[in-house]
């Protein structure tokens, strides 16, 4: 089995740690964008908790959105206008579909 790279030590800035899911709760409610604790708290409440793929996801996912905001990196690209995200977009599209994609 090979060593896991720690993605929070790679990570500038003040992330904060969320090994558990009272570090994760705790995160959420200080760095989370408005409305996610109690997101997560419902998306949570609604898995099965046999689900462990479904519950990592979910983790995953909430522990990802706390690192966007604790980055300058996260928070350039969030604060990005939605028409320069569209033309990205239909840009990364039309070359698709003509084939010419990277």
Avoid at 34 to 44: A, H, N, T, V, W
Wanted: charged content about 30%.
């Amino acid at each position: 089995m090979t060593a896991q790279p720690d993605h929070q030590a790679a990570r500038p800035g003040p992330v904060p740690l969320m090994r558990t899911l009272a570090e994760l709760r705790s995160a959420l409610s200080v760095w989370g964008f408005p409305g996610d604790r109690e997101s997560f708290e419902r998306e949570l409440d609604a898995l099965a908790l046999d689900d462990l793929t479904g519950v990592r996801t979910l983790i995953q996912a909430y522990r990802h959105r706390v690192m966007l905001r604790c980055t300058q990196e996260g928070m350039a690209e969030l604060m990005r206008p939605t028409r320069d995200v569209a033309f990205e977009l239909g840009r990364k599209m039309m070359a698709e579909k003509n084939g010419t994609a990277r």
